[in-house]
């Protein structure tokens, strides 16, 4: 990774052993720093209010989904930048990562070659809408 300063990145995932298998992969870059972790869209909007993030890492379906508000979001994200994932690799997921503002949608399948240069390319302002 080229930044000096960690980057700082919130995983967001229902799933505890996805959220792990992030952080794990995340910890061996000297670059990134998990400043934090949520379980819901509940606990990912309360986290960012504590510490702002530079990029959040969010899962598109989790179960509080209902409770995701876009513009109360972007408001609170402001610079955050914010990359998607999900299992679902079609349009609908496509549409809805890109009605969240997210910089790109990441296929959880491929997350091991993605994740680190996706996270690199959110921080240097590279809009990537394609999915990966």
Known sequence: MMTSVPIRVLVADD?????????ELLSHESAVN????ARSYAEL???????????VLMDLYMPDEGRFNVTLVRSQLRSTRLLAMSIWDNE??????????ALRL???????SVLVPAIEECVQGRRKTQHA
């Open 15 to 23: 799933t505890d052993a996805m959220r792990q298998a992030i952080c």
């Open 34 to 37: 998990v400043i934090g972790e």
């Open 92 to 101: 609908e997921s496509v549409r809805l990562s890109e009605s969240y503002g």
């Open 106 to 112: 990441l296929n959880k399948a491929n997350l091991v």
């Open 45 to 55: 909007l309360r986290l960012v209010n504590e510490d702002v993030p530079d990029v």
